[in-house]
């Protein structure tokens, strides 16, 4: 039987507590954790009335942010985090912290996968499905999928690396700007910028 879904799938990238309102809070959390709710439930919403196939719609693959140990990836106590390398506590592994955010339905993703549970693991192509070794790309290139649509946040750190790896996976990338929260605005324009550079479309609004 011939596969019908679309090659094209949508990465949500790292929407936990701590990115949004929590330690590790970025400006625009809340905005953007609810447009990409509203933005999935039309996806799959639109999908269910047509009465198509599951597979007709772009699959929607979530990441988290899952630390336990990640080595060097937080501040040392009693030291400043200096938010390029080293960072406050955030999203350890089981605590509210690295759960969903409360404005994102998590059962609006098809998959999850996490990463960074002994590494920094800023990228989601670091991932893996929970408790199983499948990796982001191995589950993409099972699926056939060609492309890529990004959203998340931090703009300027996950969800870059993200779109950059999906780039040097083959993969056509495309970023929605509205749709990602950065941790600086300056940070977020630098990295959009790189990733036109390396051929990724970055879009205002999704489509
Ligand atoms: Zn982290």
Same mark, same amino acid.
């Given at each position: 039987?011939?596969?019908?879904?679309?090659?094209?799938?949508?990465?949500?990238?790292?929407?936990?507590?701590?990115?949004?309102?929590?330690?590790?809070?970025?400006?625009?959390?809340?905005?953007?954790?609810? %447009?990409?709710?509203?933005?999935?439930?039309?996806?799959? %919403?639109?999908?269910?009335?047509?009465?198509?196939?599951?597979?007709?719609?772009?699959?929607?693959? %979530?990441?988290?942010?899952?630390?336990?140990?990640?080595?060097?990836?937080?501040?040392?106590?009693?030291?400043?985090?200096?938010?390029?390398?080293?960072?406050?506590?955030?999203?350890? =592994?089981?605590?509210?912290?690295? +759960?969903?955010? %409360?404005?994102?339905?998590?059962?609006?993703?098809?998959?999850?996968?996490?990463?960074?549970?002994?590494?920094?693991?800023?990228?989601?192509?670091?991932?893996?499905?929970?408790?199983?070794?499948?990796?982001?790309? +191995?589950?993409?290139?099972?699926?056939?999928?060609?492309?890529?649509?990004?959203?998340?946040?931090?703009?300027?750190?996950?969800?870059? =690396?993200?779109?950059?790896?999906?780039?040097?996976?083959?993969?056509?990338?495309?970023?929605?700007?509205?749709?990602?929260?950065?941790?600086?605005?300056?940070?977020?324009?630098?990295?959009?910028?790189?990733?036109?550079?390396?051929? =990724?479309?970055?879009?205002? +609004?999704?489509?």
């Amino acid at each position: 039987m011939v596969s019908t879904h679309s090659r094209e799938a949508i990465i949500v990238v790292d929407v936990q507590n701590d990115f949004v309102d929590g330690s590790l809070g970025t400006a625009r959390g809340v905005e953007v954790a609810r %447009g990409i709710n509203a933005w999935l439930r039309e996806v799959v %919403g639109a999908d269910a009335e047509e009465g198509a196939e599951i597979n007709s719609r772009p699959l929607i693959a %979530g990441t988290m942010d899952w630390h336990i140990n990640p080595q060097g990836h937080f501040a040392p106590e009693g030291e400043e985090p200096d938010y390029e390398n080293t960072w406050p506590v955030h999203c350890v =592994a089981d605590t509210h912290g690295a +759960q969903v955010c %409360g404005e994102l339905n998590p059962e609006l993703m098809d998959v999850w996968f996490h990463k960074g549970e002994y590494t920094a693991a800023y990228s989601g192509f670091e991932g893996h499905l929970a408790r199983e070794e499948q990796t982001l790309k +191995q589950w993409l290139n099972s699926l056939e999928i060609e492309h890529v649509t990004i959203v998340g946040i931090a703009t300027d750190f996950c969800v870059r =690396a993200t779109a950059e790896d999906a780039l040097k996976a083959g993969f056509g990338v495309t970023v929605v700007e509205e749709l990602c929260s950065a941790v600086s605005e300056d940070g977020a324009a630098k990295a959009l910028d790189a990733l036109r550079a390396a051929g =990724a479309e970055v879009i205002a +609004q999704p489509r």
